[in-house]
C-alpha cells in the first residue's frame, strides 16, 4: 500500500537558496583576484545583513552563559523583561500603548507566522497578499490548508495593495498580510494608506496581519506605519532579524490583539514551548546598541544610494521605489523574460549572485530579479560596475 504524504510536504522550494548553493560553490572554486575589482564572488542574494548580532547582544548572552544561568525553557510568551522592553519599544519608536501582556517572543518571525494563522484562520479561509511576495506567507498558509488570495500589484501601486484591490473582493477574504516595508519590492505604503486600509480591514471583518519584520529599515522617504497604534484587531509580526541582525538568534515576535493573547498562548506552548532563552537573553540588549545598529542602516543608505545612482547606467533602469528594507526589486524583461536562466547566467559570467523573481511572483515573476544590498559595502559599490561590464554597457 503506497503511503499517504500530507499536503505540507508539497510545499515549494525557496529558489534563492539554490542560488546560495551555487555562488557558494563558485566562491570556493575561484582563487582569490579573479575579477578586476578585487571583490570575490558578489552576494546579493541573500537577505541577512553581512554584520552578526550588535557586540552588546552577543556579550550578555556570553556573560549569562559564563555564569551558568541554566537556560531552561522560558514561559511560552518569553522572558517577562524582554516583553516589556518589547512594549517600551513601541512607546518609544511609535508613540503606541502597548502592553506587555500582548507581546508574545516567537521563533523569529517564521515562528511567528503559523501561531497567528492558526489563531486567526481556518482551513479553507482565503488570506489575500500583493504579489510579489515573500513565499513563506504562502507556503505556510498552503500547508495549513489555507487558501492564499494573491493581489497583482505593480509599480503603480508601489508594489503595494490599495482600497480598490481590497473592495473589489468578493467575498471578503478572511485576511490579509501587508508588509511595508515588504519583501521582495522594499516599498512602502503611505501612512494615510496604510492606515485607511487597517480601517477597512476592522469594518469588514478582515483580520489584518502586519509583517513588520523590516521596520527599522527605511530611508527617509515615508514613515514607518505600525499597525499595532492603528488597529485594536491586527496582529503585528516582526523580528531581531533584521534590523537587530540577529538572524541566526531566532527571536521575532507578535503584538496579539486581546482576543488573540490565550489561544496564541495555548499554541505556542504545544508548538514551541518556548523561543531558546539565551537568545532571548541577547535580544533584550540588543535595544542598548542603537549606536551599531544606526550604523549599520548608514551602511545600507549608503549602499543604496550608490546602487540607485549606478545601477541604472549598468541596464537595470527599472527599479521599484526604494523605501525601506535591503533590496531593490528590478524589472529586467528588457534584458530576458526568464529570470532564473538570467541570475544563473549572471553568477557564472559576472559573478554577481541576485534571486531569481519567480520565488515571489510565480506569474511575473520571471522579468524581474531581487537584488539585496545588507552585504559588505565595498562589494555593494563595485556590483553595478560589474554588471555593466557583462552586459556591456559603458558607465557614464
Ligand atoms: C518579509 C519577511 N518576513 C519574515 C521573515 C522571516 O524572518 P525571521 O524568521 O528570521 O524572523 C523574512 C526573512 O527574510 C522576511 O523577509
Same mark, same amino acid.
Given at each position: 500500500?503506497p503511503?499517504?504524504v500530507g499536503r505540507?510536504?508539497?510545499?515549494p522550494?525557496f529558489?534563492? !537558496?539554490?542560488?546560495?548553493?551555487?555562488? @557558494?560553490?563558485l566562491?570556493? %572554486?575561484?582563487?582569490?583576484? #579573479?575579477?578586476?575589482?578585487?571583490?570575490?564572488?558578489?552576494r546579493?542574494e541573500?537577505?541577512?545583513p553581512?554584520?552578526g548580532?550588535?557586540r552588546?547582544a552577543?556579550?550578555a548572552?556570553?556573560?549569562?552563559?559564563? $555564569?551558568?544561568?541554566?537556560?531552561? =525553557? &522560558?514561559?511560552?510568551?518569553g522572558?517577562?523583561?524582554?516583553r516589556?522592553r518589547? $512594549?517600551?519599544?513601541?512607546?518609544?519608536?511609535?508613540? $503606541?500603548a502597548?502592553?506587555?501582556a500582548?507581546i508574545a517572543? &516567537?521563533l523569529?518571525?517564521?515562528?511567528? +507566522?503559523p501561531?497567528?494563522?492558526?489563531?486567526? +484562520?481556518?482551513?479553507?479561509?482565503a488570506v489575500?497578499?500583493?504579489?510579489?511576495?515573500?513565499?513563506?506567507y504562502r507556503n505556510i *498558509? &498552503?500547508?495549513?490548508g489555507m487558501?492564499?488570495?494573491?493581489l497583482?500589484t505593480?509599480?503603480?501601486?508601489?508594489?503595494q495593495?490599495?482600497l480598490?484591490m481590497?473592495?473589489a473582493l468578493?467575498?471578503?477574504?478572511?485576511?490579509?498580510?501587508?508588509?511595508?516595508p515588504? @519583501?521582495?519590492a522594499?516599498? !512602502?505604503?503611505?501612512?494615510?494608506e496604510?492606515?485607511?486600509?487597517a480601517?477597512?480591514?476592522?469594518?469588514?471583518?478582515?483580520? *489584518?496581519?502586519?509583517?513588520?519584520? =523590516?521596520?527599522g529599515?527605511?530611508?527617509? &522617504?515615508?514613515?514607518?506605519?505600525?499597525?499595532a497604534?492603528c488597529?485594536a484587531?491586527?496582529i503585528?509580526?516582526? #523580528?531581531?532579524?533584521?534590523?537587530f541582525?540577529?538572524?541566526?538568534?531566532r527571536?521575532?515576535?507578535?503584538v496579539?490583539?486581546?482576543?488573540?493573547?490565550?489561544p496564541?498562548?495555548?499554541?505556542?506552548? @504545544? +508548538?514551541?514551548?518556548?523561543?531558546p532563552?539565551?537568545a532571548?537573553?541577547a535580544?533584550?540588549?540588543a535595544?542598548?546598541c542603537?549606536a551599531e545598529?544606526e550604523a549599520?542602516?548608514?551602511? =545600507?543608505? %549608503?549602499s543604496?544610494a550608490a546602487?540607485l545612482?549606478d545601477l541604472?547606467?549598468?541596464g537595470f533602469? %527599472?527599479?521599484?521605489?526604494?523605501d525601506?528594507?535591503f533590496?531593490?526589486?528590478?524589472?529586467?524583461?528588457?534584458?530576458?523574460n526568464? #529570470?532564473?536562466?538570467?541570475?544563473?547566467?549572471m553568477?557564472?559570467?559576472?559573478?554577481?549572485?541576485?534571486?531569481p523573481?519567480?520565488?515571489?511572483d510565480?506569474? %511575473?515573476g520571471?522579468r524581474f530579479?531581487?537584488?539585496? =544590498?545588507?552585504?559588505?559595502?565595498?562589494?555593494?559599490?563595485?556590483?553595478?560596475?560589474?554588471l555593466?561590464?557583462?552586459l556591456?554597457?559603458?558607465q557614464?
Amino acid at each position: 500500500m503506497p503511503l499517504k504524504v500530507g499536503r505540507g510536504a508539497a510545499a515549494p522550494p525557496f529558489l534563492v !537558496m539554490d542560488v546560495i548553493t551555487a555562488a @557558494n560553490r563558485l566562491a570556493a %572554486r575561484l582563487p582569490a583576484g #579573479s575579477f578586476a575589482d578585487g571583490q570575490a564572488v558578489i552576494r546579493m542574494e541573500v537577505g541577512q545583513p553581512g554584520t552578526g548580532a550588535p557586540r552588546g547582544a552577543a556579550e550578555a548572552a556570553a556573560r549569562a552563559l559564563s $555564569a551558568g544561568a541554566a537556560m531552561g =525553557y &522560558t514561559e511560552a510568551f518569553g522572558l517577562p523583561s524582554l516583553r516589556e522592553r518589547i $512594549a517600551g519599544h513601541y512607546a518609544t519608536h511609535y508613540g $503606541a500603548a502597548v502592553p506587555a501582556a500582548r507581546i508574545a517572543v &516567537t521563533l523569529g518571525a517564521s515562528g511567528a +507566522f503559523p501561531l497567528a494563522f492558526l489563531a486567526a +484562520f481556518d482551513p479553507g479561509d482565503a488570506v489575500a497578499m500583493a504579489a510579489p511576495f515573500y513565499p513563506p506567507y504562502r507556503n505556510i *498558509l &498552503t500547508a495549513l490548508g489555507m487558501r492564499p488570495q494573491l493581489l497583482p500589484t505593480g509599480p503603480e501601486t508601489r508594489f503595494q495593495p490599495t482600497l480598490g484591490m481590497l473592495e473589489a473582493l468578493d467575498p471578503r477574504p478572511a485576511g490579509l498580510i501587508l508588509a511595508s516595508p515588504c @519583501n521582495p519590492a522594499g516599498t !512602502m505604503l503611505p501612512p494615510a494608506e496604510f492606515r485607511a486600509i487597517a480601517a477597512w480591514c476592522e469594518a469588514n471583518g478582515v483580520r *489584518l496581519v502586519s509583517d513588520e519584520i =523590516y521596520h527599522g529599515l527605511s530611508y527617509g &522617504t515615508l514613515a514607518e506605519t505600525t499597525a499595532a497604534g492603528c488597529s485594536a484587531s491586527a496582529i503585528v509580526v516582526n #523580528s531581531f532579524s533584521k534590523y537587530f541582525s540577529m538572524t541566526g538568534w531566532r527571536i521575532g515576535w507578535l503584538v496579539l490583539p486581546e482576543d488573540l493573547v490565550r489561544p496564541v498562548e495555548c499554541l505556542a506552548q @504545544n +508548538f514551541f514551548i518556548s523561543a531558546p532563552h539565551v537568545a532571548q537573553v541577547a535580544a533584550e540588549a540588543a535595544f542598548d546598541c542603537e549606536a551599531e545598529l544606526e550604523a549599520n542602516l548608514a551602511r =545600507y543608505a %549608503r549602499s543604496r544610494a550608490a546602487l540607485l545612482r549606478d545601477l541604472p547606467g549598468a541596464g537595470f533602469d %527599472r527599479l521599484a521605489e526604494a523605501d525601506g528594507a535591503f533590496y531593490l526589486w528590478a524589472d529586467i524583461s528588457a534584458l530576458s523574460n526568464d #529570470s532564473e536562466a538570467f541570475c544563473a547566467r549572471m553568477l557564472a559570467e559576472a559573478g554577481v549572485a541576485a534571486s531569481p523573481g519567480v520565488d515571489f511572483d510565480g506569474t %511575473r515573476g520571471g522579468r524581474f530579479l531581487r537584488f539585496s =544590498y545588507c552585504g559588505p559595502e565595498p562589494a555593494m559599490q563595485a556590483a553595478p560596475a560589474r554588471l555593466a561590464a557583462w552586459l556591456g554597457r559603458t558607465q557614464g
